[in-house]
């Protein structure tokens, strides 16, 4: 299986998560912004790397999927807290665009890792073969270096 330091999403996941958790607790102290929203963000924002995680050591192709798509779509979640915190000036401006900038980040790597994976299982399909999911995501993180 991949290491860390070779797998992009891999890390940058694990450091958004803790970038998170570090807003949210920085905002709960400042009491700045409302606590449901915070929670909120809080627990889809670190749901992105667990579900990546879970992804690497899918079952199947159609298994990884699944869960590199859960993920694209707890980072579209925390996307829209982002903004909510952002249009509630819980956030300011710089803290917005450096959290969103990492966030849109992750959202393209899994979109594309995503399209890829997809279009290996159709081609895979097609030709009654086997394939490594492994092969994906190392093609996939060099493409976004």
Known sequence: MLQ???NIIVSKSEAFADRITAMCNFLSQERRGRKSIID?????GTSIGANIAEG???QSPADFIS???IAL??????????ERLFESNALRQKEFESMRNDNMEIIYILTSIIKTMKKKQSEVEK???SE????????DCKEQL
Not at 132 to 139: R, S, T
């Open 4 to 6: 860390r330091k070779d």
């Open 40 to 44: 909120q963000i809080g627990r889809s």
């Open 56 to 58: 690497i050591y899918a």
């Open 67 to 69: 869960k590199f798509s």
């Open 73 to 82: 779509k707890e980072a579209n979640e925390t996307r829209y807290w982002l």
């Open 127 to 129: 030709n009654n073969k």
């Open 132 to 139: 490594i999911i492994e092969f994906v995501l190392i093609d």
